[in-house]
Nanobody, 125 residues
Framework: QVQLVESGGGLVQPGGSLRLSCAASGSISSINAMGWYRQAPGQQRELVAAIVSGGSTKYVDSVKGRFTISRDNAKNTIYLQMNSLKPEDTAVYYC???????????????????WGQGTQVTVSS
């Protein structure tokens, strides 16, 4: 079983930055991909960014150039660095464990039902 614990959310002004962290523990050897999702009130949960074991990353268009997903294998931790934050980035952010489908050059993220507890990010002046 895999456990995910998130940290790093909070209130920030538009244009500001936050960094989210997600520490994984348990049977993590079966996990070859991880992602960050977000869910705003009244909206569906969406995949924001994903990273696979080879280091390749994907982002939803709305955050490209502003968010960066990274990992520290020694700490079994992934991060989401969020810069130039906008009010529309306000949501609960969730860490997810998943699988990479496809090849190293063309891959897709398949989420598993393994979630962190969620952390609130609010962008407001």
């Amino acid at each position: 079983q895999v456990q995910l614990v998130e940290s790093g959310g909070g209130l920030v002004q538009p244009g500001g930055s936050l960094r989210l962290s997600c520490a994984a523990s348990g049977s993590i050897s079966s996990i070859n991909a991880m992602g960050w999702y977000r869910q705003a009130p009244g909206q569906q949960r969406e995949l924001v960014a994903a990273i696979v074991s080879g280091g390749s990353t994907k982002y939803v268009d709305s955050v490209k150039g502003r968010f960066t997903i990274s990992r520290d294998n020694a700490k079994n931790t992934i991060y989401l660095q969020m810069n130039s934050l906008k009010p529309e980035d306000t949501a609960v952010y969730y860490c997810n464990a998943g699988r990479k489908l496809g090849t190293d050059s063309i891959w897709y993220y398949q989420r598993l039902n393994i979630w962190g507890q969620g952390t609130q990010v609010t962008v407001s002046s």
